[in-house]
């Protein structure tokens, strides 16, 4: 059995921090040795709170494995992001859940990769906002900021950083390539497919910030490799799912005191929630 959570968020109130732990307690009591959980991002915005959340789930009995997402590497002004990102590695070790951005896995004769991925604006809609806004990540004439802006310092540009993410990850695919079934977990969306339709529907100042959320490179990249059954991610806290070619696309959503957990069972794919 696969089990998957995202965006616990464990310093987000006292709610969150409750349903974390519901959900912890619930897969150490069904999860068997033969399972496999997988944290897809956003833990907490510090060390110590990453490190906390990761406690909740010692006894779960199965293989843990983990990627980053972007509050885990969130930094204040004048600090590298790159430290903060190259901790949480260690804190995945520590804890005993394997870093996969660092090495992919094969489980069960199941493959296992991931990325925290990125944004390189192929998501922004054509709203009338020059492309220098979507660098600067405001809108000032709407009101509107990203948090990476003030909290994510990388020393190069999002397109530069993406394509890092690019490479790693077809390095991780391409090392799985004789593995029958592969998937994938990417912190950040993997195709807009996944966002909300029609475009129209949706606030100028939230197709703004959607821009942020991913990059259809990612998609691009994966769909190189047949072997690749499902891609899930985490971090727009919605449920959706779409399938590109042989590969289903699928996202979970965890709310302000609800932490939600999406389940794998041969093909068959579920959600349920723990609630604070």
Known sequence: MLYVTADLHFDHGAGGRR??????????????????LVFNGDLGNSD??????????????????????????????????????????????DARVHPLEEEPVVIGGVGYAGSMGWYDYSFRDDIG??????????????GVAWGDLRYAHWGMSDEAFTEWQLVRLEGHLGALASVPEVRVFTHHVATKRLLVHPRAMVPKPWRFLNAFLGSDQFATLIGRFPNVTDVINGHIH????????????????SGKSTRQLLTIDGRTLSRREAIG
């Open 48 to 93: 110590a709170t990453v490190r906390a959340c990761l406690a909740c789930f010692r006894d779960f009995p199965g293989t843990r494995l983990g990627v980053a997402g972007n509050h885990d590497i969130w930094v204040d002004p004048g600090e590298s992001s790159w430290d903060r990102y190259r901790r949480l590695t260690d804190l995945f070790t």
């Open 238 to 253: 919605r449920n959706g799912e779409v399938r590109l070619g042989p590969t289903r696309y699928a996202s979970l959503a």
């Open 129 to 142: 906002v020059p492309y220098e806004a979507y660098v600067e990540k405001a809108l000032p004439s709407e």
């Open 19 to 36: 349903a974390v732990e519901a959900l912890a307690a619930e897969l150490a009591s069904i999860g068997t040795p033969d399972d496999v």
